[in-house]
């Protein structure tokens, strides 16, 4: 069985429709697209070149007691040894070690997670995507970039003030002499029940959604690009974050053990690799209930918002995961075939005014039956 044709390597531009836009994108944008550009040939091509020699042993691996043995314990094994390193990582106190430990990090679980995709992808279509990864690779640092920048704007709206008013309160109530493993998953699901509503609203509110669209705009699920988010969304978030989050102060070494393990149970929610997951499909969103929400349908799309946890879906009725089938492989935004893939692109898209005509295949939406499922456009 031979992999499928290799997609073009460039990433799609601004549409012609929307001359203006494409204008700004290409001149504007032009040194974004040199650093793209760079990263392919530099990084993206010799290190796609290396993994894809694993193309064959997956193949023999298939049906094997072994795949099988690593599809149903390859989660839980990631956990555990997510949290053991992240205690050691703070066991005294937060460090120059801390600090470079979680740094390399994301370097690590890329070399973790990446030869896995390839010998156990739940989808041989999303083993190579173009020149994506080097877009995620620059909105992965502008993400952090962006981060900065939130708490210079929540300074500036007072909100800081407000959180240093209420922390006494926050350690007051914070139970710090609570075992490390339940203050960590404590502080996660709170922080994720507020990840719920906001990630709902990006969902159902059209302004909003019209900023996540560029998280749904990949259009194969990989390890790297759960990243992938408009500076707005990541900026509105630390908003609507900071207030609550202020009477949850649970100490130094907790936030970090907790981001740790979240960014174990993020790669998994993008993986592309193929997991028995059973019942932690049930307590994680990971796996096939977060492939579910990348779906263009938005009737199954609309479904999954849990960050880290799925009990807040199965809780407010958005879960879904049907037992009887497993979901396909063809994501994206719905009737938005032409949404940019460009970094300037994505960045630019949430400002178009007329989304719906400039990305959006109206030919190929006039030729849709009746009962054809109700796609998710760009607003």
């Known amino acids: 069985m031979a992999l499928a044709q290799q997609p073009n390597t460039s990433n799609r531009r601004m549409p012609k429709k929307a001359p203006i836009a494409r204008f700004l994108e290409t001149w504007l944008g032009a040194p974004l697209h040199a650093l793209e550009f760079i990263l392919q040939w530099v990084l993206v091509k010799p ?19 072994l795949r ?53 992808p739940y989808s041989r279509k999303w083993l190579e995507g173009g020149n994506d990864t080097a877009v995620d690779i620059i909105m992965y640092f502008s ?15 007072f909100i800081i003030g407000i959180v240093e008013m209420l922390e006494p309160y926050g350690h007051n109530l914070w139970p710090d002499d609570w075992n490390l493993i339940i203050q960590v998953t404590l502080f996660i699901l709170i922080k994720d029940f507020f990840r719920y509503w906001f990630h709902r609203a990006l ?6 959604w019209r900023i996540h669209a560029a998280h749904h705009s990949v259009e194969r699920l990989y390890w790297l690009n759960g990243i992938r988010a408009h500076p707005l969304e990541i900026v509105s978030q630390a908003i609507f974050y900071a207030i609550p ?22 790669i998994f929610q993008h993986s592309n690799i193929d997991l028995e997951l059973g019942w932690w499909e049930y307590i994680f969103s990971i796996g096939d209930n977060h492939r579910y929400h990348h779906y263009p349908d938005k009737g199954i799309g609309d479904s999954n918002y849990g960050g880290e946890f799925i009990v807040w879906d199965i809780l407010f009725g958005t879960f879904h995961n049907p037992r009887d089938e497993r979901p396909h492989d063809n994501i994206g935004i719905g009737t938005a075939p032409d949404y940019p893939m460009t970094v300037a692109g994505l960045y630019l898209a ?23 499922p109700k796609l998710q456009p760009a607003e």
């Open 203 to 208: 969902h159902e509110i059209p302004a909003l």
């Open 350 to 372: 949430p400002f178009l005014p007329n989304q719906k005509t400039v990305f959006r295949a109206e030919d190929d939406v006039n030729e849709l039956p009746a009962t054809a």
């Open 68 to 120: 099988k043995v690593l599809a149903h314990t390859i989660f839980p094994f990631t956990l555990i040894l997510s949290f053991f390193i992240g205690y050691r990582l703070v066991e005294n106190g937060i460090t120059s070690l801390t600090l470079l430990g979680f740094v390399l990090l994301p370097i690590i679980f890329g070399l973790y997670c990446a030869p896995l995709e390839r010998l156990m």
């Open 143 to 157: 993400g952090a970039f962006w981060s900065g920048i939130s708490g210079l704007i929540v300074s500036a709206l």
């Open 245 to 266: 989050l202020a009477l949850v102060q649970p100490s130094a070494e907790v936030a970090l053990v907790a981001v740790i393990l979240q960014l174990s149970i993020g």
């Open 47 to 65: 290190t796609r070149w290396f993994w894809r020699h694993l193309d064959s042993l997956s193949y023999k691996l298939e049906g094997t007691r």
